[in-house]
């Protein structure tokens, strides 16, 4: 009967589902037969690019893909310190101001032609150009009439950047600036190629269109998918680059990716999920690399109880932030005694370590603290206290650590609210919260962009915080053109931050990999992603 | 007339929708600018602001969204600024159809089998070994049953890949995943309709006449059970073909269903309303089809402008 077999084929797919579920796994697909190693590397970028064009690129994300298909007139050894990309000598004025680069004659774009003055002068011009609405605009501003250009008040005329010839260009700043070339390897300061650029507001969007000059270009956009890039051929130091295609994937859910991983879907992997942490801590194919950012808990100095630099003392020293790394995160991270994190390499050595820690945890001093601050300011009990957070599982835990700890060493209840990230955004930038947890990651790295976080006039300082010495000493920092002296300089303005205290630093951020062992050579930076131009497989 | 009179409640639902949802998006607090990364300069802000209209007053805003959402411009994504949103929706909406469509085809099909196949044994153990798939299937919500499938069929077997796009391959997975609970709504909803025709005087009348079952099933009972299914089917083929944010990510497909929900937290502006609207023209115009079907389906269904 008909509607017999119809019932045997539905069991039979049933048990076929059930029997799937049980059935361990069948044996292993063995792949590797060739002893040529394809050199061919997938790798998880998890989300769309918001922009591939340099001029308009904000984000991490983008500036990976960027990063490898371009090359701005400095670029980043194996170590990450800068050094000269497609400039091939530089000559800089004696009062530090004016910078004359040449232009290596074999650097070439994607389509053959070659990489002049002129193709900085107007990738310039175009990220000041206010038409142009690039959001990082203000990083040219050390430019001699660059912010006046971008602002409308100028002409682009008055801009220092000058193409004397084919290969030599000038560029004038406003002051000497002893990072320069740091910031020379920043996306925004990439040339883009005039004829593709012009005229055209999708380039950048479409392979076919998008003219590059790095070690890689860009073949191919499925956008929210994945993205292509091939060895670029024409590029002058091709000869070091192994890899003929690399594919970005955009896996952003942690779990995805990471059986990705294990099924060899995928050579390398960032930002493990927080419950495989601990398993893969031992494996030799994970990494774990400190990341140029601070996580902190930013307080307002001008609602009470943090107008007294004791009581906000009192709640940094209150809080252990080994037991936050070591049992809640369990990536690596780096309890914080500062704000600038490891990696910035000095005359005298690593920054952090010449800086030291500027305090230590001590619940006896914290309560003592918290009981000088009240007296200071004839409090017999304390306000009532919010902790603001952005809504995550991770910023919970931590929020939730603290609370108690705050509450078992100085006896005070905080209270806990989250909110999504937008919204506790425009609370903190109106001054509505009275700790707020923050996050900072330098786009290049010099302390002087994590110091530059609490200047009077940031933006980014939202703690309310204004000390005259702090500014003066970083704006010193800024002409000096001694490094010895710059860095003596910012170690000042550190210890005079320190010593007010408008945040709690909490820790240095990590990141996490798992690298195929088949992939070598990859370069893993503090505050960029990992960079593939020497990169290889092996068999 | 019918057909016209329906083309203007369409367009004004439309309106309502796209008119409440750009009201209620002015309301939630937060600036699309806003980042706890690089703060741009307040000048920066402004000329950020002028380009989206965001320095207008909010009726203005309204009126200049309304005037170019008439010529189909739905303007440029925020967060991604050298994408139109008409790209975005264009580009995910393929991926999510494939995903969606094949999804539906196994619900319906296996879903309205199962269903069948119960009505006809009913309260034998058939029927009963049917309803509990399908309460399980409705009660395994696709976040279980994703990782679960990726765990087996990916990293168990290595029949399939994990996730990403690309090879039909890639589609299995996610439509698996994505079918599951429509299956087992579509199969409780045509058992019981089936149950009802079961018993119904004509069904009688062809056993009677001596028709087979097969027949029975086929011609009379199916025809007059699928009513109440494709009701149901309507919203939740928009639902479907339209992404789904939770089958999307985990299984990294470029579809549109993270828009919804991703374009909100970015408070960018011009894909929240260019996902909406979007959605409601799918749904409004998919609503209007069923409402034809019926008639082919059932023409004792007159089709009238009084139904309201």
């Not at chain 1, 998008?210 to 860009?218: A, E, L, T, W």
Request: charged share 20%; aromatic share 12%; proline share 5%.
């Amino acid at each position: 009967m008909k509607k017999w077999t119809m019932l045997i084929v539905l069991l039979l797919s049933v048990a076929a589902v059930m029997g799937a579920c049980s059935s361990k796994n069948a044996e292993d697909v063995e792949g590797g037969k060739n002893s040529d190693v394809k050199q061919e590397l997938t790798l998880n970028i998890k989300t769309e690019p918001p922009s591939l064009d340099p001029g308009l690129a904000t984000d991490t994300t983008s500036a990976w893909v960027l990063d490898h298909v371009f090359e701005g007139l400095y670029t980043t050894d194996e170590d990450g310190n800068p050094v000269k990309g497609v400039a091939e000598n530089v000559e800089i004025s004696e009062d530090g101001t004016v910078y004359t680069f040449t232009i290596r004659d074999d650097s070439n774009w994607t389509d053959g032609t070659p990489v002049t003055a002129a193709d900085f002068e107007y990738a310039w011009k175009r990220v000041l150009n206010p038409e142009t609405g690039s959001r990082f605009a203000f990083y040219l501003y050390y430019i001699k009439g660059a912010e006046e250009y971008n602002m409308g008040e100028g002409t682009v005329e008055d801009v220092g950047v000058e193409a004397i010839d084919e290969k030599k260009l000038k560029v004038t700043l406003n002051a000497p600036l002893g990072y320069f070339d740091k910031l020379l390897t920043m996306w925004t300061y990439y040339p883009v190629k005039q004829e593709q650029v012009e005229g055209n507001k999708n380039w950048s969007t479409d392979p076919a269109t998008y003219v590059s000059n790095g070690p890689f270009k860009m073949t191919k956009w499925a956008h929210d998918s994945e993205i292509v890039m091939e060895k670029n051929n024409d590029y002058y130091d091709a000869s070091v680059v192994k890899l003929n295609k690399v594919t970005f994937k955009m896996v952003n859910e942690a779990t995805t990716f990471y059986q990705m991983y294990k099924t060899g879907e995928l050579d390398l992997i960032s930002s493990l999920p927080m419950d495989v942490l601990e398993a893969e801590q031992n494996n030799e194919e994970y990494l774990a690399v400190p990341r140029y950012g601070t996580y902190m808990y930013i307080f307002n100095v001008k609602k009470e109880p943090f107008t007294n630099e004791k009581v906000r003392k009192a709640f940094s020293l209150s809080v252990n932030r080994e037991l936050v790394v070591n049992t809640i995160n369990k990536a690596g991270e780096i309890p914080a005694y500062g704000m600038v994190p490891p990696g910035v390499s000095t005359p005298d050595g690593d920054f952090r370590e010449v800086g030291g820690e500027y305090f230590k945890e001590d619940a006896e001093e914290a309560k003592r603290l918290l009981e000088e601050g009240m007296k200071e300011e004839g409090w017999d009990k304390l306000p009532e206290i919010e902790l603001l957070y952005t809504t995550s599982e991770g910023n919970k835990r931590i929020a939730e650590v603290v609370q108690e700890m705050i509450h078992k060493n100085l006896g005070v209840q905080v209270k806990l609210v989250n909110q999504e990230s937008k919204t506790q955004l425009a609370n903190v930038n109106q001054g509505n919260f009275q700790m707020a947890r923050m996050g900072w990651v330098g786009t290049f790295v010099d302390p002087v962009i994590n110091l530059d976080y609490f200047l009077g006039g940031s933006p980014n300082n939202r703690t309310g915080w204004v000390n005259e010495e702090y500014d003066s000493l970083l704006s010193q920092s800024k002409v000096e053109q001694d490094d010895a002296k710059r860095y003596d300089l910012l170690h000042k303005a550190e210890k005079v931050l320190m010593d007010d205290m408008p945040f709690i630093p909490m820790y240095y951020y990590s990141s996490t990999y798992l690298t195929s062992p088949k992939l070598e050579n990859v370069a893993y930076y503090v505050n960029r992603q990992p960079f593939l131009k020497w990169a290889e497989k092996v068999d | 007339m019918y057909i016209l009179k329906r083309l203007g409640a369409m367009l004004l639902t439309i309106w309502i929708i796209a008119t409440l949802t750009f009201m209620v998006m002015k309301f939630i607090p937060g600036d699309p600018f806003a980042t706890d990364a690089d703060v741009y300069p307040e000048d920066v802000l402004q000329n950020l602001r002028a380009a989206y209209n965001l320095d207008k007053p909010v009726p203005v805003q309204y009126f200049l969204y309304m005037k170019d959402l008439i010529t189909l411009n739905l303007g440029t994504s925020i967060v991604s600024d050298t994408r139109t949103v008409n790209s975005i929706i264009g580009s995910g909406f393929v991926a999510s159809a494939t995903v969606g469509l094949l999804a539906m085809v196994v619900a319906i099909v296996f879903g309205v089998l199962l269903g069948i196949v119960a009505a006809l044994n009913h309260n034998k153990a058939i029927d009963y070994v049917s309803m509990v798939i399908a309460i399980i299937g409705i009660s395994i919500p696709n976040f279980i049953l994703a990782p679960l499938l990726i765990k087996i069929f990916a990293v168990d077997l290595s029949l399939l890949p994990v996730a990403s796009w690309g090879s039909w391959k890639h589609a299995i997975l996610p439509a698996l995943a994505l079918s599951t609970t429509p299956l087992a709504i579509v199969a409780r909803y045509t058992r019981s309709s089936m149950l009802d025709v079961l018993n119904q005087n004509y069904m009688k009348t062809a056993d009677a006449k001596g028709l087979s079952t097969y027949r029975i099933v086929l011609q009379h009972g199916i025809r007059n059970a699928i009513l109440p299914v494709i009701t149901f089917i309507g919203p939740l083929f928009v639902s479907l073909i339209t992404g789904t944010f939770v089958i999307e990510k985990i299984f990294a497909i470029p579809g549109i269903g993270r828009y919804f929900v991703d374009s909100i937290f970015n408070r960018d502006y011009p894909v929240i309303m260019g996902t909406t609207v979007f959605y409601s023209v799918i749904l409004v115009v998919i609503l209007f089809l069923i409402d034809l079907s019926y008639r082919f389906i059932d023409p004792r269904i007159k089709l009238t402008s009084k139904e309201g």
